[in-house]
């Protein structure tokens, strides 16, 4: 696939920024980000929100940051690295939510951000307090340039069913209305065997992305890898349909390439980038 302009040795690359949570596992979270982007290229600035004790067959438990060191680590790289990009996953508090959003405003942030709005691991165990869904649709989705969610996170935000392509697209028009500039519903979850279709709004026009089901229970850390991806592509100047178009294609090559691990679901793997791909 064509993959993003490498920076010149010795240059400084690109940078985005995650805002996410650690998976001891290494398969999701900011793990999954850091995978990505440095295969890609991309130099990736992190605020840790939560540090998750896990492993490939559940979440144990988590521990959340202090809201305000969540805060500061923005407020410390920002300024300084500086960044062409950013995206959100597991914020686990309302609390968590509002400091960055906060910070985000207070920084006068213009750049790209992606809402990747975690709610739970692919094992169906909690990232997020259900208190704060209204946080993240107020506080967050508003300053979002695009979010991206999966049905079960589709259902707990705008309370939508999607089960074809006519409620794929009523909620795409649910969320836009939350303020995001683009809504991408992703329909990985939808019962097709063959196709996993991702829809793309901006309040006028639906973009569709058919895409192909890659068969494998090894999909841990999918979204993470699809978000993170679509920031960096976002950080090279990419408008939002071409980078979801070339996330997509990352990330169906990362779950073609994504191997078994421990007793549970393995992780989808970036190292298809360095020829580790399928046997
Ligand atoms: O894939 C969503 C996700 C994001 N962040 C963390 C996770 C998970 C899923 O388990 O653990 C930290």
């Not at 696939?1 to 805002?19: C, E, Y």
């Not at 988590?62 to 500061?72: I, M």
């Not at 597991?90 to 809402?115: H, K, N, Y």
């Not at 995001?180 to 519903?185: D, F, G, I, M, Y």
Request: proline share 7%; net charge negative.
């Amino acid at each position: 696939m064509d993959l993003l302009p490498l920076p010149a040795p010795g240059s400084t690359p690109a940078r985005i920024l995650t805002i996410a949570g650690s998976d001891s596992g290494g398969g999701a979270g900011i793990q999954a980000d850091l995978r990505t982007c440095a295969l890609l290229g991309v130099h990736a600035c992190v605020a840790v929100t939560a540090v998750t004790v896990q492993n490939t067959v559940g979440v144990k438990s988590f521990h959340e940051v202090p809201p305000d060191t969540v805060a500061a680590q923005i407020a410390a790289v920002v300024p300084d690295i500086g960044i062409q990009a950013a995206k959100t996953g597991m914020l686990a508090s309302a609390q968590i939510i509002t400091a960055v959003a906060s910070t985000w405003r207070e920084l006068g942030l213009t750049v790209p951000l992606v809402v990747d709005p975690v709610s739970a691991s692919m094992h169906g165990d909690a990232l997020l307090a259900s208190s704060a869904l209204d946080a993240l649709r107020t506080d967050l989705f508003p300053l979002a340039t695009l979010v991206t969610p999966n049905l079960h996170e589709v259902r707990l935000l705008v309370g939508i069913d999607v089960v074809d392509a006519e409620s794929q697209r009523a909620a795409a028009r649910a969320l836009h209305d939350l303020g995001p500039r683009w809504a991408l519903v992703k329909g990985g979850h939808l019962p097709s065997e063959q196709h996993s279709p991702d829809l793309l709004y901006d309040g006028t026009d639906f973009l569709e992305f058919p895409g192909q089901r890659v068969p494998t229970a090894d999909d841990h850390g999918a979204g993470d890898t699809l978000a993170a991806a679509t920031a960096s592509a976002l950080a090279h100047g990419f408008d939002v349909p071409e980078a979801v178009a070339f996330a997509k294609r990352w990330v169906t090559e990362c779950l073609r390439a994504a191997y078994p691990l421990g007793h549970g679901h393995g992780p989808v793997s970036a190292l298809f980038r360095l020829g580790l791909g399928p046997a």
